[in-house]
C-alpha cells in the first residue's frame, strides 16, 4: 500500500495524517509543544521544539504502518511566524509568532517609507503586526547583535522542512505573508526590502506548493529515508486545498486557534483596498483572498480552561441549541488577541456585554460561539459587498465539530454550510500536494474529487437569520463604543 504524509505544523500542536490513494486516512499522530508569552503582547515558540515534537509524530505516525510504502510528505505551518538561522543555520532566537503584537511602531515605520498605498500595490496587504516584515524590523531595532548575525530568514514550517532535508525553500503562499513578496510577480520585492533596510539576502529561494525540496535524511525516522519532500504551502492555502477551494465560487470558513474565511481568486486584480488579505494560492498561479479572526477557537478555549477546566467541549457546547439567538441578551467580542479584519486593530481587547444574573455558563458559551461566528461574518459582508456571491460555504476545523455550531453558522451566513466526511483540513491539503507532486493525480482539483466527500449540509432556518440580522448591528456597535476605552486601558497591561 502506498501513502503519502501531511504534516500540519499548528500553533498549539503539529499533527501528521498518512493518507491512501482514495484519501482514507490511514494513520494519524499529534504532538504538543510549549506557547510563551515572556510580556503582554508577545508570542513565541523554540523551533526546536517544532522539530523534536514533528519527528516524535512521524515515528509514531510509522509505527502505525509496519508494511508502507511512503511516496511523498508535505507541509502546511502557521504562516508569519519569524525564524532567525545564523551562518551555521543555527536559530538565534525564539520564534516570533503570527499573533504576537509586539510590533505596531514598525507597522507604522513600514507604512511611512513605503507608503500605504504603494505597499498594497505590491503585497495587497496593509502593514500589520502579524506581517513577518514588522517582527524583522523589531529585531533590527531591540535585538541588533541578533539581526547582525542572521544569515537567512524563514517561516516555522520551512525551518520543520530544512531539519528533515538540509535544503532551505520558501514557497509563494506562505512568503506572501511576510509583506516582503511582489505577489504579481512571485518574486521578493527589491522596492519594500530598499525602503525598510531590510537586505533581500535574508530572503531564502521561493518554490511553488507542490514542488519538490529534497529528501528525507537518513536515520531520523524509519522507514522515511530518502523520502521526496515537497515544500507545501501557508495552512490557509493548504486548508483551502484540503477543502475543494481550487476553482471560483468557493468559500471556505474555517475556525482553529483563529478564524478565516477564504475564498478562491483566478487573478490579483480584485479591489479590496486592505480591508482583507490578498494571498498567493497552494494551487499553481491561482489566489485567495481572506479575512481574519484572531481570536475564534482560542476564545471558547480560553474560557473553558478559566471557568470550565474539567469539562469536555462536547458538553460544554451541549446545551446551545436550547438557548435562543442572542444568548437572551448577552454579546460577546471575540478580541482577546486583538482583531484582523475588518478592525486591523492590536489594542481592542474582548468584552462580554450584557450580563445579569439570569445568565448561565450556557449563555456565555452561545455568545462565545455567536461572537466568534459574528466576527467571520463581518468578513462575508465584506466579500459580499464587492460583488461576490457566497451562497455556500465549506466548513472546517474545530467549528465543524459541533452541528449545533454548523446550524448557527448556517443562520448568521446566511448560506449553506458544506461539511465533508474529513475534517483535517490543512493536513489533508498538505497530503494532497504530496500526492500532486508524486503525480498521483495530473491537477490538485482532481485530487480532490477522489479525496473529498461530502457528509452533510447545513441550511439556513429563516426566522433565525432574520434573529441574528437584527442583533448583528449591535454586535458590530460593540467594537466603536469599547475602543476608546481598550486604548485607555492599554497601560495597566502587563
Not at 524583522?136 to 547582525?148: G, I, S, T
Not at 440580522?469 to 466603536?480: A, D, G, N
Request: contains cysteine; hydrophobic residues 35%; glycine residues 8%.
Amino acid at each position: 500500500m502506498s501513502y503519502v504524509i501531511g504534516i500540519d505544523l499548528g500553533t498549539s500542536a503539529v499533527k501528521v495524517i498518512a493518507v491512501d490513494q482514495e484519501g482514507q486516512i490511514c494513520a494519524e499522530s499529534s504532538r504538543s509543544y510549549p506557547l510563551y508569552n515572556p510580556k503582554f503582547g508577545y508570542s513565541e515558540q523554540d523551533p526546536e521544539d517544532w522539530v523534536n515534537e514533528t519527528i516524535a509524530a512521524l515515528q509514531d505516525l510509522m509505527s502505525q504502518l509496519p508494511y508502507s510504502n511512503v511516496e511523498g510528505i508535505s507541509f502546511s505551518g502557521q504562516m508569519h511566524g519569524l525564524v532567525l538561522l545564523d551562518a551555521k543555520k543555527h536559530p538565534l532566537r525564539r520564534a516570533i509568532l503570527w499573533n504576537d503584537t509586539r510590533s505596531t511602531k514598525q507597522c507604522r515605520t513600514i507604512e511611512e517609507r513605503v507608503g500605504e498605498k504603494r505597499l498594497y500595490e505590491i503585497t495587497k496587504n496593509p502593514s500589520l503586526e502579524g506581517m513577518t516584515l514588522s517582527k524583522l524590523l523589531w529585531v533590527k531595532e531591540n535585538e541588533p547583535d541578533v539581526y547582525k548575525e542572521a544569515e537567512v530568514f524563514l517561516l516555522p514550517k520551512d525551518y520543520v522542512r530544512f531539519k528533515l532535508t538540509g535544503d532551505l525553500h520558501m514557497d509563494y503562499s506562505d512568503a506572501a505573508g511576510t509583506l516582503l513578496l511582489n505577489i504579481r510577480e512571485k518574486a521578493w520585492s527589491k522596492e519594500v526590502a530598499e525602503k525598510t533596510g531590510i537586505n533581500l539576502s535574508l530572503c531564502p529561494p521561493l518554490v511553488e506548493s507542490s514542488e519538490q525540496t529534497g529528501k528525507v535524511k537518513e536515520d531520523l525516522v524509519r522507514g522515511l529515508d530518502g523520502v521526496k519532500v515537497y515544500a507545501g504551502g501557508a495552512d490557509n492555502a493548504c486548508g483551502a486545498v484540503g477543502a475543494g477551494i481550487l476553482k471560483n465560487g468557493r468559500t471556505l470558513c474555517s475556525i482553529g486557534t483563529s478564524g478565516v474565511i477564504l475564498s478562491y481568486e483566478e487573478s490579483a486584480n480584485l479591489e479590496f483596498e486592505g480591508n482583507v488579505h490578498y494571498f498567493n494560492h497552494s494551487q499553481p498561479d491561482a489566489y485567495y483572498t481572506m479575512g481574519v479572526t484572531l481570536s475564534a477557537g482560542q476564545s471558547l478555549s480560553w474560557f473553558r480552561e478559566q471557568f470550565a477546566e474539567d469539562v469536555s467541549f462536547e458538553k460544554l457546547l451541549s446545551s446551545i441549541n436550547e438557548i435562543p439567538p442572542g444568548a437572551n441578551g448577552l454579546l460577546f467580542t471575540p478580541y482577546l488577541a486583538g482583531e484582523r479584519t475588518p478592525h486591523a486593530d492590536a489594542t481592542i481587547r474582548g468584552s462580554f456585554i450584557g450580563m445579569d444574573t439570569f445568565h448561565s455558563r450556557s449563555h456565555f458559551v452561545k455568545a462565545i460561539l455567536e461572537g466568534i461566528t459574528f466576527s467571520l461574518y463581518e468578513s462575508i459582508v465584506k466579500f459580499r459587498e464587492s460583488g461576490k456571491r457566497i451562497d455556500e460555504i465549506v466548513s472546517i476545523g474545530g467549528g465543524a465539530k459541533n452541528r449545533d455550531w454548523l446550524q448557527m453558522q448556517a443562520d448568521i451566513f446566511d448560506a449553506t454550510i458544506i461539511k465533508y466526511e474529513t475534517e483535517e483540513g490543512p493536513a489533508l491539503g498538505a497530503s494532497m500536494l504530496a500526492a500532486y507532486g508524486c503525480g498521483w493525480f495530473p491537477t490538485l482539483e482532481s485530487c480532490s474529487v477522489r479525496f473529498l466527500k461530502e457528509k452533510e449540509r447545513f441550511t439556513p432556518n429563516k426566522e433565525r437569520v432574520g434573529a441574528y440580522r437584527r442583533l448583528f448591528p449591535i454586535y458590530q456597535s460593540v467594537y466603536t463604543n469599547t475602543k476608546e476605552l481598550s486604548e485607555k486601558l492599554t497601560s495597566y497591561r502587563q
